[in-house]
């Protein structure tokens, strides 16, 4: 029986992949080891019941006697912390979810990886933050990293049977998010509700706002840089409304294979679950014919400065994607918190990275977990500084 952990089981991924493990016979069919979530404890604790895991850990330590009295008598482990979510990810597991979002992501898929684990991967953070230790990491341990990013299976399926060396381009599609029809002047002051009514796909509140500030794309960007390790100035980006087509691949021959689908997760989520099979999922079936059309356009650099920072990130490399990626976190909490207006997330990010390129070195190789951690942490308490000031005036 194939064994499974889910790193951010109650989060919109994470609910996702124990949607498509219920529906593949649950306890029946998986033997569950690990899940984990942050405080929504009794969801993690009816999870960790359906599947009969080993043990279930919540990140916040405080609600630790809840998880407790949530699993007493049923056998299942409980824990809390983030130490203990990292050492969750040392029980053997065939297959590993990684959708805990944002950096605190990267120690547990970088633990399994060591194990030589295949990874689901849903946080892009990981390959932001340490693309090169992380894949470094897997093919030392013989582990394989399955991309879980709508975009990125998209790509990665377009790539099968396909020499890497062939590859002309890559289209990354966006959907532009909820404020994409939005005047430019309006949106300085878009609210946090405004900014979380994405047009397309339901996902967690801190990538619908990153939707909208493109900054999941810039960070997609560098994610495609990192996991298939081409050229960035092969990556571009083209804005889909529809978000119908996840994403495609162009050729040296000209040939453009796109992948097309319903927008919802519990594809490639299934197709990270199932590969290298394919198994019949969930999803809805497009109809051509009713949708009759499909429209693109070029992003507006003026709009987006996330998509012109990634390439700046990616020019300068080594820990440069950690203090972006710890100064668009901190932003983005500073938004959430109406601390800061929603043009202003680009304006901290852009004077963090501007700070940090003089004081630290940020081309250093990122092949050290220390080094990638202290950058996120100097990021952090730079871009708090830049947001505080930013929220006074
Ligand atoms: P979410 O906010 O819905 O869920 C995040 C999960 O992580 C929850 O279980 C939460 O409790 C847990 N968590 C939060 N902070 C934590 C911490 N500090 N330590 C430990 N656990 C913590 O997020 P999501 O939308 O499911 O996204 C998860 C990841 O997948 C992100 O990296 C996101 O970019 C990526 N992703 C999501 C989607 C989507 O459709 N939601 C699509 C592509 C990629
Ligand atoms: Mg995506």
């Not at 499974?4 to 033997?31: K, M, V, W």
């Not at 319903?262 to 999803?283: C, E, S, T």
């Amino acid at each position: 029986m194939r064994s499974i952990s889910i790193f951010g089981a109650t989060g919109s991924i994470g609910e996702s992949t124990f949607d498509l493990i219920t529906r593949a016979g649950g306890a029946g069919a998986f033997r569950t080891v690990a899940l984990t979530g942050g405080r929504n404890v009794a969801r993690l604790a009816e999870m960790a019941r359906v599947l009969r895991a080993e043990i279930a850990v919540c990140a916040d330590e405080a609600c630790l006697p809840d998880l407790r009295a949530a699993l007493a008598g049923t056998g299942i482990e409980t824990a809390a912390g983030t130490q203990a979510i990292a050492e969750a990810a040392d029980r053997p597991a065939d297959w590993v979810m990684s959708a805990i979002v944002g950096a605190a992501g990267l120690v547990p898929g970088l633990r399994a990886l060591r194990h030589g684990r295949t990874l689901a991967l849903a946080n892009k953070e990981s390959l932001v933050t340490a693309g090169p230790l992380l894949m470094a990491e897997a093919a030392r341990h013989g582990a394989t990293i399955l991309p879980v990013d709508s975009e990125h299976s998209a790509i990665f399926q377009g790539l099968v049977g396909e020499d890497i060396a062939a590859i002309d381009r890559i289209i990354l599609t966006a959907s532009g998010g909820a404020l994409r029809d939005w005047p430019l002047e309006a949106l300085a002051r878009a609210t946090v509700t405004e900014a979380l009514a994405h047009p397309n796909w339901s996902m967690g509140q801190r990538i619908t706002i990153d939707s909208a500030s493109m900054f999941n794309k810039a960070l997609e960007v560098i994610e495609t840089r990192e996991y298939f390790g081409i050229n960035p100035d092969q990556i571009e980006v083209i804005i889909h409304p529809e978000s119908l087509i996840h994403s495609m691949v162009g050729f040296h021959d000209g040939a453009i294979m796109a992948h097309l689908g319903a927008p919802d997760m519990r594809h490639p989520i299934g197709y990270a679950l199932n590969w290298p099979n394919r198994q019949p999922l969930p999803v809805a079936r497009l109809d051509f014919a009713q949708l009759a059309t499909l429209t693109f356009r070029a992003p507006d650099m003026n709009r987006y400065p996330a998509l012109r920072l990634c390439r700046e990130v990616m020019h300068i490399r080594g820990l440069a994607g950690a203090a972006f990626n710890a100064a668009k976190e901190t932003a983005l909490d500073y938004f959430l918190d109406n601390r800061i207006g929603f043009m202003d997330m680009a304006g901290v990010v852009e004077d963090t990275l501007d700070a940090l390129v003089s004081d630290l070195r940020l081309e250093t190789d990122v092949l050290s977990l220390e080094k990638v951690l202290g950058a996120d942490h100097l990021a952090r308490r730079r871009a708090t500084e830049i947001a505080q000031n930013r929220s006074a005036a």
